[in-house]
């Protein structure tokens, strides 16, 4: 039995040769840059190269030898850098920080000295504000062409020639880590409460956007 048999098994309620087993495939099964050279270490295994999968959360893109070792049953595929992505600098002229501003406007930094992952600090959609003012707002293409360069080679690697389940990332985080961290946890926990038709409409747009993300990236 390969690896996608073993995962679709196990999605369709029926007991595979064992439990199937992920490590990278996602950035809620990938490991912190520190931790995965910490792991590399402990294994034995040289020192590579480590590519960073989220910029944020320092996560980490698990190589092949890794992946081998723990048999791991599923392949990670996500969106490319989209344009405005490709151009997002890192900083260093913050006392004590780097910082960067994402895509949507999000502000991030991490300490200097000895920092392992991006703290929000910036809220673009902070303060009393409307519907209305969600169509001004410059939101990210998400149908943007170079999110999608590649993605159907590394799939097609994924199913035919490794044997693994496919995971497809996403345009972005869920609707409420988007809402708390483009609004500030404040404002979009008092939306609920005195604003709710911004809230309601910030969904709406979110839905939309991602929306519009998956019907090409399932195509």
């Not at 690896?3 to 992920?22: F, T, W, Y």
């Not at 035919?160 to 926990?189: N, P, S």
Request: hydrophobic share 40%; net charge negative; charged share 25%.
């Amino acid at each position: 039995m390969n690896s996608r048999e073993r995962v679709d098994m196990a999605l369709n309620h029926q007991e595979p040769d064992c439990i199937p087993s992920d490590l990278g495939g996602t950035v809620m099964s990938s490991l912190n840059a520190v931790a995965y050279r910490n792991l590399r270490a402990h294994l034995g295994f040289p020192e590579t190269n480590i590519r960073i999968a989220d910029t944020v959360q320092q996560l980490v893109y698990v190589d092949d030898d890794v992946r081998d070792y723990f048999h791991v049953d599923v392949s990670g595929v996500n969106p490319q850098q989209s344009t405005a992505s490709a151009h997002v600098q890192i900083k260093d002229d913050m006392p004590k920080y780097r910082y960067f501003y994402d895509e949507w406007g999000i502000g991030w930094k991490m300490p200097k000295s000895d920092g392992l992952y991006f703290d929000v600090f910036h809220h673009p959609l902070r303060g009393d504000l409307t519907p209305a003012d969600l169509n001004r707002y410059p939101w990210p293409d998400p149908t943007d062409p170079a999110r999608f360069v590649g993605v159907r080679e590394l799939v097609r690697k994924a199913v035919e020639e490794e044997h693994r389940a496919v995971i497809i990332g996403g345009l972005c985080a869920g609707f409420v880590e988007m809402a708390g961290w483009m609004r500030g946890y404040e404002d979009y926990l008092i939306d609920f409460a005195s604003n709710t038709p911004f809230l309601e409409a910030f969904f709406d747009k979110l839905l939309e956007l991602k929306m519009a993300y998956w019907e090409k990236m399932l195509a």
